[in-house]
């Protein structure tokens, strides 16, 4: 079911499937929208109208759902280009043969989630000011004696954990799943190779909890992409009206 | 069985959290490329096709909207001319109806001045035969009756005075006889 790994799996030099796997995503992914993008008819075709949906699934229903309608096409191809990486490279996981979803390996997550957190600081910033700090951590309408306690929570839950949680909700999604369809196959594998009847048969038990992982699994992938997604509109959002917060 | 272990152990080695640097350089570069792509190619290419699309929805619209104004203005003129026309007929009939009634009275009394012009020329024609049939009869049986009485009485009465006389006496009595007839 697996493609061997390229260069030995956990060493820290070489060019590894994961490698491999996220260079095609690029190459997938922009291939099929400049294809379904290209022709620009009034009425779309198939590919056409598939990419327009797409397209307009992240435009309309993350962006100017969330951002509002003055700005948010400044922040669509941020949005987009994050949804549909974080998706092929997830969905990768549920195809035979590829069978590895990247995100699994952490460093991919942890420079989405830096992307991220640099955007939307820098955004903050350059709506704000410096003042931006201030409006970020110090909420209005508390009492004086509270804030000592809120401002260093504020700072810790906005700038310290929330790029840590959302590199992490993604990667140990990702690598729970890929572990347990992973554990799952070696364990069938296992039971099949018992010389007992019976506990062969237990091997099929197995292999329905398998399959429903797998579509759970599924399932979560598209979830992943679209929660890493949406929350990234949510803290460009939030850096933009900081003052309203 | 021993791959479960193997494959165990060397995860194991690792740990998941810490990053492998050339796969995240991967990502970056490769996340780069994709963002590339999609700002200088795919985002301009759908915006431009939804925004063509919009304006082509909004120009129809705008564009049946101007007929339809078109359409009804049509209409209004054609009611407009409906009614003119309607009315001029109108017009024309009742002119006509006048008209003719003119005509009609014109003739009534024309033929009427006709009659009354028949009637008058036939009353002094009838006249005139009678006077002309009185003279004539006048004369004529005067003639004959002196013929006859001359015959008769088979003398000559040449004498004008005296046949004159005779006749008149003879009319007198003839007319006296015919006044007593017709009372």
Redesign the interface.
Known sequence: MHLPAILP??A???F?K??LL??L??AF??VF??LA??K???V?GKL?FA??AA?GFV?NGIAKDIIGGRDF?KY???L??LFF?ILVNNIYGAIPFFQLP?FS????A???AG?VYFTWIAIGIKKNGLRYFKLATVPSGVPWYILPIVIPIEIISNFLVRPVTHS?RLFATM?AGHLIVMIAG?GIE?LI?QENILLKGTSLLVLGGAIAMYMLEALIMVLQAYVFTLLTAIYIEGALHADSH | MNQVIISAATEGETNPLVPNVWEMGVVLVGFAVLMFIVVKFVVPMFEKTFAERAEAIEGGIAKAEKAQAEASAALEEYKQQLTDARAEANRIREEARAEGAQILADLKEKAAAESARITAQAHVQIESERQAAVVSLRSEVGTLATTLAGRIVGEALTDDERAARVVDRFLADLENQNAGATQ
């Open positions: 799996w956990g820290a030099e070489g590894s994961q490698m996220v260079l995503s690029v992914i922009a929208f400049v993008a290209r620009q008819q009034l779309p056409q990419g327009e397209y435009r096409m669509v191809p941020l987009f280009s990486f990247t390996h952490v460093g991919g942890y420079v989405l992307i992490l690598l070696y296992f190779m």
